[in-house]
């Protein structure tokens, strides 16, 4: 199917059918009861997972193929953003022209950090990265407020008006795909579910699709394995004949287009952008991000994203209220006890619970979720086997 | 006049004289073994034909165009490929894509951005890939983690990989290092194969007399980075110079 081999096919085939029903799957409990709150198949959040999907899938073909870390690329995910939003204040509300200019802005700025950041390796390259991701935000926070709006940041005002779209006096325009308005859902509700299904969120998943589509294509390819090769042993490659600079550029200005590609897309679903976006937090998320689900692997990254960001918006909305009707079976000091325990790892304390995970990760599963996924699949895989096996000794003595 | 010129060269490390005028011809299609004690400055030989370092003084040409100042990776293309003392292969990699690698650099150059294509698709090279290793006899090994693989193996399959790109000057670094007996005698009838089939040119340095009496048709001898002498393996046997080098070497 479309050039893939059988498994990265069948891959393919499991992540499509789970981004197009995530709606449905993120919403596994009904309305009103308890655990509504662990549902997230709200429009706002499912844009989050896929958009940081594809901004994971970008990072992990620089780090994950060629072992540069860059801990600066948040930054392509600033100017991505920035260059989708002007694209709306000035030419047009269609999203399409601003993730393309996000994307193509993007690439340029991965061009030039790439350039000099590549001149040195290892430890020097990640702080190379990061002295540039974080001159990124000062040039956004306070240099170049006129283009960045500062502080604040830009949104799409009622003053706007766009060259290509016609915006009603006063109002402030919305963002759409040839008049589809990114905010637009359709709401479906089968018994005590509701089931949302929002014109954003199914954008920013067909876009992950492609995305996530081209990066299986890239791993497969030989321009793939002379990134590896990279990563396993650059001075072998310089005497086989192969410039090992222009592969690792490469892959950055792909990765920081794969960036660019989220920064534009989270532009097209809300409108605004702040410097915080470039924020180095903002760098070592997406670092997190693809340790946590197995750097190196088509599915690890994606995987990542949506793990933390679930933490973040789900773990971090838990209160003590909660816990309190949770553990309102128990006696009253236990209950309280309980309480006093969990505390700290929930609401705002959900960075410690994810640190937590990280850390089990890390020391447990160093080839992260995908590598849990995989030991799972081979207890159940040896299981089969030796059926087989006792099957077939079973039959043996009979011939 | 040799595909490989090396005149004058000189390298010096700090106070040591690694190389002191050296002169060196090999012949189009011949097997040109250097041998010499530990530290003689074998490996620094080579290390400046191909780009690792640059002489202090002298020229290196290959096949009438000069070396120095080159990259690694443009001197391969120029048609050297390196063996190195030790093993330099593709540890996170297949033994397949091991190979594959350089049938790619030879095909397409030193950079090509080909992202879209399956590897799986390019089923030439795939079969070239495939023959070297049956001439290596790795075939077996193919899907197997290049860096799991045994010191002498290892060794066999960078000269595959330096094979398969046909280069027309071999350089090896002591190949048969740490291999068992059969698996030398098979790489000696291996290089000779392909140094009559394929017209490769090689320079070879090698500890295993064994090896260099096999397959050189000239030998020179390198002691304290001079070279003693140059000369058939007949004459090399019996000249007293040589057994000075070495027997010195033994009294260590
Ligand atoms: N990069 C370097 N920096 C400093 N000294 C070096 C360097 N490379 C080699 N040397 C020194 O130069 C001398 C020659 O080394 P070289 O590796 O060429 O010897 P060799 O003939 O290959 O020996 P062996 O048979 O042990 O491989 C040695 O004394 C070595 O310590
Ligand atoms: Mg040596």
């Keep these: ?399 | 006049m040799g595909i490989l010129e090396v005149k004058g060269v000189n390298k010096r490390f700090g106070g040591l004289q690694a190389l002191g005028d050296v002169n060196l011809s090999v012949a189009e299609n011949s097997v040109h073994a250097i041998i010499g004690p530990n530290g003689a400055g074998k490996s620094t030989l080579l290390n400046c034909l191909v780009g690792k370092l640059i002489p202090d003084t002298g020229s290196v040409m290959f096949d009438g165009n000069s070396v120095l100042g080159r990259k690694p990776h443009e001197i391969n293309q120029m048609g050297i490929s390196r063996v190195f003392q030790t093993p330099e292969i593709f540890g996170d990699l297949t033994v397949m894509e091991n190979i594959l690698i350089p049938c790619f650099a030879k095909r397409d150059g030193s950079f090509r951005m080909h992202a879209f294509e399956g590897v799986n698709h390019e089923t030439a090279l795939m079969e070239k890939a495939e023959n070297i290793l049956e001439d290596v006899n790795m075939a077996e090994k193919r899907d197997m983690h290049a860096a799991s693989l045994s010191r002498g193996d290892k060794r066999r399959l960078e000269m595959a990989m330096c094979l398969v790109q046909e280069p027309r000057l071999l350089l090896l670094d002591e190949p048969t290092a740490g291999m068992a007996r059969a698996d030398t005698n098979n790489t000696i009838d291996l290089l000779k194969e392909i140094n009559q089939k394929r017209d490769i040119t090689m320079c070879i340095i090698e500890h295993d007399m064994h090896v260099v009496f096999s397959l050189a048709e000239r030998i020179t001898v390198l002691a304290q980075g001079t070279p003693l002498v140059e000369d058939t393996p007949e004459n090399i046997k019996g000249n007293p110079k040589v057994q000075e080098a070495y027997l010195g070497e033994s009294q260590h």
């Design chain 1, 1 to 399: 199917m479309l050039g893939l081999n059988k498994k990265d096919a069948g891959l393919f085939t499991i992540v499509i059918v789970l981004t197009m029903l995530a709606p449905f799957i993120l919403n596994p409990f009904p309305e009103n009861s308890e655990l509504a709150q662990f549902n997230a198949g709200y429009p706002d959040l499912m844009q989050r997972f896929v958009i940081f999907g594809i901004f994971a899938i970008g990072f992990n073909i620089l780090f994950g193929l060629t072992g540069y870390l860059s801990f600066g690329h948040a930054a392509f995910l600033g100017v991505g953003s920035y260059a989708a939003i002007w694209m709306m204040k000035l030419l047009t509300l269609n999203v399409i022209p601003a993730i393309i200019m996000g994307i193509i802005f993007a690439g340029l700025c991965g061009g030039g950090v790439g350039f000099v950041a590549r001149s040195r390796s290892g430890i020097y390259f990640s702080i190379l990265t990061l002295a540039f991701a974080q001159m990124s935000y000062a040039l956004a926070y306070s240099v170049l407020t006129p283009i960045t709006g500062g502080e604040t940041g830009l949104q799409i005002k009622a003053t706007d008006s766009p060259l290509m779209s016609s915006v009603p006096e006063g109002e402030i325009g919305r963002a759409n795909l040839f008049g589809l308005e990114m905010g637009s859902s359709y709401e479906l509700s089968v018994g005590g579910w509701l089931f949302t299904f929002n014109a954003g969120y199914y954008i920013a998943a067909v876009c992950m699709l492609i995305a996530f589509y081209l990066s299986i294509r890239l791993f497969r390819s030989p321009f793939g394995m002379m990134l590896r090769a990279v990563k396993s042993n650059q001075q072998r490659m310089n005497y086989t004949g192969l410039n090992s600079k222009p592969y690792t550029l490469a892959a950055f200005v792909i990765s920081g287009m794969y960036a660019g590609l989220a920064g534009g897309l989270m532009v097209a679903m809300d409108t605004q952008v702040g410097p915080e976006r470039m924020f180095w937090t903002a760098s070592g998320e997406v670092v997190l991000m693809a340790i946590l689900g197995g750097v190196g692997t088509l599915i690890g990254p994606v995987l990542g994203a949506g793990m933390i960001k679930y933490m973040e918006n789900i773990i971090s909305k838990i209160n003590d209220n909660i816990l309190h009707q949770w553990f309102a079976f128990m006696p009253d000091g236990i209950e309280d006890f309980m309480v006093f325990i969990i505390h700290p790892f929930i609401g705002k304390g959900w960075h410690l619970t994810l640190g937590i995970v990280f850390m089990l990760v890390v020391i447990f599963l160093p080839g992260g979720l995908v590598e849990g996924g995989q030991r799972i699949g081979r207890l159940f895989g040896r299981k089969k086997r030796a059926e087989a096996e006792a099957e077939s000794t079973a039959k043996t003595p009979a011939e």
